[in-house]
């Protein structure tokens, strides 16, 4: 019998976050078609001025998002949420709820922040701090109000960062670790770096060269509900 409840439980767990899962995508489909009407509108402008920054400068405009990379998420989640400070939750927390929006480039390149970073479908357990997609936005979800720390989910991630490392890039001569928040380098170790509500973040490493293309953001557009 307790091996039946506790077998019940973990499903019953996986399908509040598949219930969590599916809600938010039907809140961005929601979203996209409010925006499409608009994006309609600006299309052929948008057309128009692209092709005019590749005639005016060319390299710069299609530099940086010419190519991709995508660091997968670790398979074992539970020991990299261990390994973060963290521990695993039966259900998101609902003393602290924030999100914050993560963007990588790595020697020229956007890195993909990949989907359920901290969260471990089979068992229906999560961590505080968790991605649902690919957007970027990292969900902060805690049993109680403290400091989560950007360190924190990029050791979850496996993508672990210091002052001179980024995941298997480290500093050197030519290469070098910036960090940006809301539009504005930071100093300091970034691992420390406390998430607050609607952050931007941003984490560029590369030569000079590589990281001339990369156009800082200084802000995220929100979807409703975040």
Do not use: C
């Not at 020697?107 to 649902?132: D, F, M, R, Y």
């Not at 400091?147 to 001179?164: A, C, K, N, R």
């Amino acid at each position: 019998m307790a091996g039946q409840s506790k077998k019940q439980a973990a499903a019953d767990r996986r399908a509040r976050i598949a219930e969590m899962q599916a809600a938010e995508r039907a809140r961005d489909r929601r979203n996209k078609i409010l925006l499409g009407a608009g994006a309609v509108v600006i299309a052929a402008g948008a057309i128009i001025g692209i092709a005019a920054a590749v005639d005016n400068n060319g390299s710069k405009a299609s530099t940086a998002s010419a190519s991709s990379v995508s660091w997968a998420a670790p398979t074992d989640t539970d020991a990299a949420v261990k390994a973060a400070g963290l521990t695993m939750l039966n259900a998101e927390g609902t003393a602290e709820h924030i999100h914050i929006h993560l963007d990588v480039w790595a020697n020229g390149q956007k890195v993909t922040v990949p989907q359920l970073v901290g969260i471990n479908e089979g068992a229906g357990t999560i961590s505080p701090l968790h991605t649902h997609d690919t957007t970027g936005v990292v969900h902060i979800e805690s049993p109680v109000v403290k400091d989560y720390h950007l360190g924190q989910f990029m050791t979850e991630w496996g993508v672990p960062i210091s002052s001179t490392q980024l995941g298997p890039d480290k500093t050197d001569a030519t290469h070098t670790l910036k960090v940006y928040v809301n539009g504005k380098e930071t100093t300091g170790d970034p691992s420390q770096l406390v998430f607050h509500a609607h952050d931007e973040i941003a984490i560029v490493y590369g030569t000079a060269a590589q990281n001339a293309s990369v156009q800082i953001p200084s802000s995220y557009t929100w979807p409703s509900g975040l």
